[in-house]
């Protein structure tokens, strides 16, 4: 059974530094796109950065310049670098990663989801 194993959040002072994990378990495949998503309290979940298989990188507008998302096949894990932290960045990051299916195609995870705050 495929499963996104979150780590890494936790409560952090404005303009300070997380990192969170994402590793994938249960398959022997390899991922396709990963990517973090965040939904802040009330609000809609939305991208925050998503990288491909040949590590081609998006942002959204919030976060450019601040975040870092980054990936390790060997280890079939994804990574969010998250600098300069901010109290809107206040929110459940969830983790997704397109696994590779054999005969398939790809199929889509999500993880649990892991909570940031930004708070003094």
């Known amino acids: 059974q495929v499963q996104l194993v979150e780590s890494g959040g936790g409560l952090v002072q404005p303009g300070g530094s997380l990192r969170l994990s994402c590793a994938v378990s249960?398959?022997?495949?390899?991922?396709?796109?990963m990517a973090w998503y965040r939904q802040p309290p009330g609000k809609q979940r939305e991208l925050v950065a998503s990288?491909?298989?040949?590590?081609?990188?998006n942002y959204g507008e919030s976060v450019k310049g601040r975040f870092t998302i980054s990936r390790d096949n060997a280890k079939n894990t994804v990574y969010l670098q998250m600098d300069s932290l901010k109290p809107d960045d206040t929110a459940v990051y969830y983790c997704?990663?397109?696994?590779?299916?054999?005969?398939?195609?790809?199929?889509?995870?999500w993880g649990q989801g892991t909570q940031v705050t930004v708070s003094s």
């Open positions: 249960g398959t022997a495949s390899s991922s396709d796109t």
């Open positions: 990288i491909t298989s040949d590590r081609s990188t």
């Open positions: 997704k990663a397109g696994v590779v299916v054999p005969f398939y195609g790809i199929r889509v995870y």
